[in-house]
C-alpha cells in the first residue's frame, strides 16, 4: 500500500478529509520552500504538491506562473526540485510527497532518469498535466514498477467514458479539476462540482480530490462534504507574494490551519 492510499485510508477511518497544499519548488527562494513544506505539515496539510518550475505552465493562472518565474529566476528547475524534496523527506518519512509539473521537463532528462530522482527522494506520487492517458501506457507502467502513484486530473469536460479508461491507469487518488480554465480562478459552481464528484466516484474505488479554485474555509468546506480532499495552490502562492521573510511561515500557517478546521 503507498504512502498516499494509506494516508487516505486513516483519515477514512478518523472520518476526515485530505488537506492537499501547493507550493512551487524554488518560490521564494530554495531555502524558504524548505521551511514552508514544513511549515506546511506542521498546521495540519495531509499531503503535498510540490511544483515543478516550468516556463510553460498552460494550466495555471496568473498567481502560480508567477510562482514558475521566480523559481527560475532564482536556476530552480527539476534536479533542484528533486534536492529539495529529498531533503524534506530526510527529516519527514511519513508525509506524502506529489511531484506536479508538466512533461517537457520530463522529456527533457528522460523518464528513466526521472524515475531514478524520484526513488532517491522518496517521491509517492506525479501529477504531469499534459501526459493524455492515451500516450501514457509507458509512463504508468514505469511508475507502477516504481511504486510511484500515476495521479491524473479530470476536467468538467471530460466525458464518462474516458473517464472510465483514465481510471484504469490512475493511482493513488482523482484529481478533479473543479472549473474550466486555469487555476487561481473564482467562484466555483459548488453543485456542478458535486454532481460530477458523484458521478466519478460511482465509476472508480479510488478517492477524489478537487482543486483549482479552493480558496477559503467556507469553500473548501463545502467541497469537502462530498470529495476525499481539498487542493489548495493560488491562495498560498498569494500569501507568499505579499508576505516578508518575517512573518511569511506565520501567514501560510494561519490559512491551512483555517481551511483544515473547516473540512
Known sequence: MSRITKTFSLLKSNNKKALIPFITAGDPSVEMTKKILHQLVDSGAD????????????ADGPVIQRASERALANNVGIRKTF????????????????????????????????????????????????????????????????DIDAIFLLAPTTEKERIKQIIKQASGFLYYVSLKGVTGAQNIDIDQVKHRVAEIKSLADLPVGVGFGVRDPETAKAVASFSDAIVIGSRIIQEIEKSNQDNMLENISKIIKSIREAI
Open 83 to 146: 534536492e529539495i524534496a529529498k531533503e524534506f523527506r530526510s527529516s519527514d518519512p511519513d508525509t506524502p510527497l506529489i511531484l506536479m509539473g508538466y512533461a517537457n521537463p520530463i522529456e527533457a532528462i528522460g523518464l528513466d532518469e526521472f524515475l531514478r530522482l524520484c526513488k532517491e527522494a522518496d517521491i509517492d506520487g506525479i501529477i504531469t498535466v499534459d501526459y493524455p492517458h492515451e500516450e501514457s501506457n509507458e509512463y504508468v507502467t514505469k511508475l507502477r514498477e516504481n
Open 47 to 58: 499531503m503535498i504538491e510540490l511544483g515543478i518550475p516550468f516556463s510553460d505552465p498552460m
